[in-house]
C-alpha cells in the first residue's frame, strides 16, 4: 500500500548575505557669494567769493573874478556852450569831466 509522500517540517538554515556594491555621483554645489561694492567719494567744494568794486567821481568848480576892472562887477557872464559839447556837460567843466561817458562805467 502506498500512503504517499510525506513531508517533515522545514529545516531553516542562517540567512546567506549577499552584498551588492552600486557607486553613484551625487553633486552638491556649494555657493559663496562675493559681492564687491565701489564707493565713489565726490567733494563738493563751496568757494565764497566777494567781489568788490570801488568808483570814484570828480566834482570840478570854476570861479571867474575880474582883477583888471575895480569899477566893473565882480561876476562875468557865461558864454553859451559850444555847438560840439556834450549834453548835460557843465559849461566850463574841463573836457571829459561831468558828462555822460565820465567816471566807471560811464
Given at each position: ?18 552584498v ?13 557669494p562675493?559681492h ?17 568794486t ?8 570854476n570861479?571867474?573874478?575880474?582883477c583888471?576892472?575895480t ?9 553859451a ?5 556834450l ?8 573836457p571829459g ?10
Open positions: 500500500m502506498y500512503l504517499g509522500t510525506n513531508f517533515m517540517p522545514p529545516v531553516i538554515h542562517p540567512t546567506k548575505q549577499i551588492n556594491h552600486t557607486f553613484s555621483t551625487t553633486v552638491v554645489p556649494h555657493i559663496h562675493v564687491t561694492t565701489t564707493v565713489n567719494h565726490h567733494m563738493y567744494q563751496h568757494k565764497h567769493y566777494c567781489p568788490q570801488a568808483s570814484c567821481t570828480e566834482e570840478c568848480c570861479q571867474h573874478i575880474d583888471c576892472n569899477c566893473a562887477p565882480n561876476v562875468m557872464p557865461v558864454a556852450p559850444a555847438a560840439n559839447a549834453p548835460n556837460a557843465l559849461p566850463n567843466a574841463m569831466m561831468g558828462g555822460p561817458g565820465f567816471g566807471p562805467g560811464g
